[in-house]
Each structure stands twice: as structure tokens, then as C-alpha cells.
């Protein structure tokens, strides 16, 4: 149970990474869970998508079926080791008339990875605005997909970000992976969607847009700096991260996620996120910080 990849394609191995199932043991305050963990070609780290994807599944295991997750704020407290499963314990913190709250730990080794705490709501009523979607942006059928990209090289990270992935992105000015084209500029704008068709379940679709938010949203601050992904001596973690879901969402359908940095500073990047239908519709906004670290003598590090 330690691997959700071996065997599967990558849309049967999100579906199983999001299936959790019961822990054995004795029970405490919280409920526990355990989840599969996937491997990275990168290292032995767990992906810190998948772990926030689990754990709104874990908490969602606890709350009626009429209140689905409307916002959730996590902290990454240590790497996860990919070859081990994870456990989830979950505390139910309040059920009101509308809202629910649940904390949700991720655990291995006996300590948490990562802490959590999401907000359920029953549907209601009320105001209604949102900001709009960009304007001119290309289809997503005309923008290189990472497989166009990264597919034809020779290197077991790019065959795995070409092809191993749930999700096809595509980067509408230029992707940053091997090269930083064009302005050096804190936003950016993908397309991204699975790349098969999901389960009609919202709970579902919820988690796994969880999952692809964590992909891109640093992306921002290394591409105001010039930093692609393969710059030697970068090294780069999640260090937060905050997402509130506005409206349902289908994440097997094109959605727009437009990001921008508006600061980074002592070795972090602050990085916010939204993301659109092709109807331009808002459906959920993002926010994360991240550590960002490179060698001393670096240019535009000091």
C-alpha cells in the first residue's frame, strides 16, 4: 500500500490516492485514515498536492454530504517520504446550523507533515460578484501541452512531467520549465485539466483541483527572477497554503489558472492563484508561499 503508481495510468493512480481508507489501531480524538503515497522521479518526497488532496478527503469523510469543503488553510511542517503510506487523523472542531470546521493532520513516522484546517458549508443564498477572466487569452487546444514540450527528451523528470501526470498544463506564454522565454514578469496564466474524465462526485473534483493547484503556483516568482526549474542549486519547498472554492467545479473540463507574485523576500515567494471555466466563471482562488533558495552569487541574489 506504500505506492499508488506501479500498474496504474495517472488518472487511475489519482483516483486511488484519493480513495483513503480506514486505519487500524486504537482510536483517539481524531478519526484516522490512511492513504497511498505516489512516487516522485524527482526523490523520495511526497508530492505536497497529494497530501493536501488527502487531507480535504479525510476531513470531507467526517462532514454531511449537503456540506461540501468551501475553504481550507494548511501549513507543510516536514517532507513526506513518498515510499511510505500517510495517516490522517481528523478532529471535528464545530458543527453549526450552516458551517462546519474540521482540523485534519497528516502523519508519518508518528509526527505531522502537514496541518490542516477546512470549512464545509451547506449550500445558501447571498451576494454575488467576482473578478473577471483575463481577456485574449488563446484557446487551450492552440497552446503546447508539457508533452509537446518536454515529451521528446531523454530524462526519466521530463518523461514523467510529459507523461506522468493527471493533468495536462499548458502554458500560454511559454512554460518555465528548461528556459525562462520572453519577460521576466511575476504572472502567469495555464490551462490545465485532467486528462481523462472523472467521477461525477464535487467532493472529487474539489480535492483533485487541490492537488493541481500545488503544480504551478510558484511558478510566478521564478519566472519574475528568470529561474526555470532546472537552474542548478535551486532549491524550492511549499512552506503554506490556502485555497477557497466559490463555486462547483469540474476539473475534467479547460480551466484557466491565472497566478502572480506580488512579493518575495527573504527566501520566500508569495504566490496567489485563480481559476476560471472557459465560461469565465471564477471557481476557486489560491494563495501559497514558498521557499525559494539559490546559491550565494546567484544573479538578483544578494
Known amino acids: ?21 480506514d486505519a487500524d489501531g486504537a482510536r483517539t480524538d481524531e478519526e484516522l485514515c490512511v492513504g497511498k503515497s ?14 493536501l488532496a ?96 518536454l515529451g521528446g527528451l531523454d530524462h ?12 495536462d498544463i499548458r502554458h500560454i506564454d511559454s512554460s518555465i520549465y528548461l528556459t525562462v522565454d520572453g519577460r521576466h514578469t511575476a504572472h502567469q496564466a495555464v490551462w490545465i485539466k485532467t486528462i481523462g474524465p472523472m467521477p461525477e462526485d464535487q ?25 526555470s526549474w532546472i537552474t542548478q542549486g535551486l532549491s524550492i519547498a511549499s512552506l503554506d497554503h490556502a485555497m477557497w472554492w466559490h463555486r462547483p467545479v469540474k476539473v475534467d473540463e479547460w480551466l484557466l489558472y491565472v497566478a502572480e507574485s506580488p512579493s518575495a523576500s527573504g527566501a520566500r515567494g508569495l504566490n496567489t492563484g485563480r481559476f476560471f471555466d472557459r465560461d469565465g466563471v471564477l ?4 494563495a501559497q508561499e514558498g521557499m525559494i533558495r539559490l546559491p550565494a552569487g546567484t544573479p538578483g541574489i544578494s
Do not use: C
Open 156 to 167: 526519466p523528470v521530463a518523461q514523467a512531467w510529459a507523461f506522468g501526470r493527471p493533468f
Open 203 to 227: 467532493n472529487l473534483h474539489r480535492a483533485a483541483l487541490a492537488y493541481a493547484s500545488d503544480y504551478t503556483l510558484l511558478e510566478p516568482s521564478l519566472r519574475r527572477h528568470g529561474i
Open 283 to 286: 471557481v476557486a482562488s489560491v
Open 38 to 51: 505516489e512516487r516522485n522521479p524527482v526523490s523520495d518526497r511526497v508530492f505536497g498536492g497529494q497530501v
Open 54 to 149: 488527502q487531507s480535504v478527503m479525510a476531513a470531507i469523510r467526517t462532514v454531511d454530504d449537503d456540506r461540501p469543503v468551501h475553504s481550507m488553510h494548511a501549513y507543510f511542517l516536514r517532507p513526506g517520504d513518498a515510499r511510505e503510506p500517510i495517516t490522517f487523523g481528523v478532529q471535528r472542531l464545530r458543527d453549526g446550523r450552516s458551517f462546519s470546521a474540521r482540523r485534519a493532520h497528516a502523519y508519518q513516522g508518528g509526527v505531522p507533515i502537514l496541518s490542516m484546517i477546512a470549512s464545509f458549508q451547506k449550500p445558501d443564498a447571498g451576494i454575488e460578484h467576482q473578478e473577471p477572466m483575463p481577456l485574449d487569452v488563446p484557446d487551450p487546444e492552440s497552446v503546447p501541452s508539457a508533452a509537446d514540450v
Open 1 to 21: 500500500m506504500t505506492d499508488a503508481s506501479p500498474g496504474l495510468d495517472p488518472m487511475e493512480s489519482l483516483l486511488s490516492l484519493l480513495d483513503l481508507s
